[in-house]
């Protein structure tokens, strides 16, 4: 497929040594594990894990939080947890809850995106009215749910 939609990424040198090293990774893994290299990963990731946890609890907390800056840290939390649930020490519910707001947030921040874009081709005027209702209440909905996630993960 990427021959015939992107011929030139698709012969490029950076698109082959980005698979050859992809390639290498699991035996370049394996062996930094043997030689002891990755003896503080597992405590770094950890760390990191909680400062995010953290700066989430702090973010929610704040009145006239920015919504978009709360959705990219609800993602990095969401998504680190998916990638080690054996490090992420929070409640069970978490990743429903965060799964749930990243969504509500995403909604809304589609429907500024609509508007902003609106300001500046006059043929989305039609859609104004609907998205203008639209983001009121995915607000509403984001709001609700980052409530629900405070008081289930928190």
């Known amino acids: 497929y990427l021959s015939s939609a992107c011929p030139k990424v698709a012969t490029s040198p950076e698109l082959n040594r980005l698979l050859t090293l992809l390639d290498q990774f699991p035996t370049m893994l394996r ?4 030689q002891g290299m990755l003896s503080g990963l597992r405590k770094t990731i950890e760390k990191r894990m909680d400062k995010q946890w953290q700066k989430l609890r702090v973010a929610i907390a704040e009145p006239g939080h920015d919504r978009h800056d709360l959705r990219l840290l609800i993602k990095r ?6 990638a080690y649930p054996e490090l992420s020490h929070q409640p069970k519910n978490m990743q429903a809850r965060l799964k749930s707001a990243q969504g509500e947030l995403g909604d809304w921040h589609d429907h500024l ?15 104004v009215a609907g998205w203008q209702v639209g983001i009121v209440r995915a607000e ?7 409530k629900r996630l405070a008081k289930a993960c928190f």
Do not use: F, H, M, N
């Open 31 to 34: 062996v930094q594990q043997r």
């Open 77 to 82: 939390v969401r998504y680190a947890a998916e």
């Open 113 to 127: 995106q609509w508007l902003a874009q609106a300001e500046v081709e006059a043929d989305l005027a039609p859609c």
């Open 140 to 146: 509403r909905k984001a709001e609700a749910s980052l």
